[in-house]
């Protein structure tokens, strides 16, 4: 059995080449896979996903939540243990947190410097 962090990478990893394997889109669209955590009981990982720019993210979480169970096939098909986690996305929300965080540490530098 795998611990719970090293499975957490090997999903996010797989998951990772699926996507550029098979998903395709604009040059204008980048889709990140930022995190995986895995259930304590091990039955479902949560997959989280950055999308940049914001304003395509309901677009590719439709297209990859169209995917799904072919993608959940893939990485059954990869790992060597049962039962494998069930697969479901979820909006990265720590990015736009960091990106917050990271403006106002800015507004407040050049505040500083006045």
Do not use: C, H, W
């Not at 039955?43 to 439709?62: I, M, Q, R, Y």
Request: net charge positive.
């Amino acid at each position: 059995m795998y611990k719970k962090e090293k499975l957490n990478n090997i999903i996010q990893k797989e998951l990772a080449q699926i996507f550029l394997k098979e998903l395709d889109f604009s040059s204008n669209v980048v889709v990140t896979i930022t995190r995986v955590e895995v259930s304590l009981n091990g039955f479902s990982a949560k997959v989280f996903v950055s999308v940049l720019p914001e304003e395509n993210k309901d677009f590719v979480f439709k297209v990859l939540n169209n995917n799904i169970y072919s993608f959940q096939q893939k990485i059954n098909k990869k790992l060597k243990i049962r039962p494998v986690p069930r697969i479901e996305y979820a909006e990265e929300k720590r990015t736009k947190e960091a990106a917050k965080i990271e403006e106002i540490l800015k507004k407040i530098k050049d505040l500083e410097k006045k």
